[in-house]
């Protein structure tokens, strides 16, 4: 079974509107982490934001925002005002035992953000 | 803001050739990995190294790789025989610690294997 599952190969969004980008995981672990990175054109991996399993909390870092459902096992990103800047494409990731050594992070197939002018 | 480095940035390089992926972690960074994407493909974690032994790896990371930190900024990844299906980008990480959530990633290295 798929541990990270982006249902959403693409989407478009208008810029200045918001945008979810959904994200279901599946896990036993009571302790793990969910992950959100960008990656432009260029390449490279921008960590974006991270929710904890025990945080209360929904995450927030500026225009993003992590919608956690943790019943759902569903930990959708939603960036609000789109920017031309926020088209890339979008991993999500897990980590699981965060209490432990194990550090591994597993990674969605990715969503492919398109903002149009 | 300090940045992991990776060179070089593309490597093109002939079936059964050996290459090494070279990393500059973080100064401070205690943990370093390699993640691997296939073209198009989603990013696939390689293996973890911390205090200069391998803490984890994947079914991907097999007899053909291997991992060192030959000097005190340096993490490698040798791929000692490559093969067509190794042609990927090749991403190093570091972090602080194991238990910092945030893993920075470095600009990757594109691998071409032909």
């Known amino acids: 079974a798929q541990k990270i599952t982006q249902t959403q190969p693409g989407m478009f969004v208008q810029e200045k509107e918001a945008v979810t980008l959904d994200c279901t995981y599946d896990?036993?672990?009571?302790?793990?982490?969910l992950f959100w990175y960008k990656q432009p054109s260029s390449g490279k991996m921008i960590f974006l934001i991270y929710?904890?399993?025990?945080?209360?909390q929904n995450a927030t870092e500026g225009r993003y925002s992590l919608n956690f459902q943790k019943a759902r096992k569903s930990a959708n990103l939603v960036i609000s005002a789109s920017q031309l800047g926020d088209s890339a494409m979008y991993f999500c990731?897990?980590?699981?035992?965060?209490?432990?050594?194990?550090?591994?992070?597993?990674f969605g197939k990715g969503t492919m953000l398109l903002v149009s002018p | 803001e300090p940045e992991v480095t990776q060179t070089p940035s593309h490597q093109v390089t002939q079936m059964g050739q050996e290459v090494i992926l070279r990393c500059v972690p973080i100064?401070?960074?205690?943990?370093f990995y390699w993640y691997r994407q296939i073209l198009g493909q989603k990013v696939e974690f390689l293996v973890s190294?911390?205090?200069?032994?391998?803490?984890?790896k994947s079914e991907i990371f097999d007899d053909q790789f291997s991992v060192e930190r030959p000097d005190g900024s340096n993490f490698t990844l040798k791929i000692r025989s490559t093969k067509l299906e190794d042609s990927a980008m090749y991403f190093c990480?570091?972090?602080?610690?194991?238990?910092?959530?945030?893993?920075?990633f470095g600009p990757g290295t594109r691998l071409t294997v032909t």
């Open positions: 990480a570091s972090s602080e610690d194991s238990l910092t959530y945030e893993q920075y």
């Open positions: 896990t036993s672990d009571p302790s793990y982490g």
């Open positions: 929710q904890g399993s025990y945080d209360q």
């Open positions: 990731a897990m980590r699981e035992n965060m209490n432990s050594g194990y550090s591994t992070l597993t």
């Open positions: 100064s401070n960074h205690l943990y």
């Open positions: 190294f911390y205090n200069n032994e391998i803490s984890e």
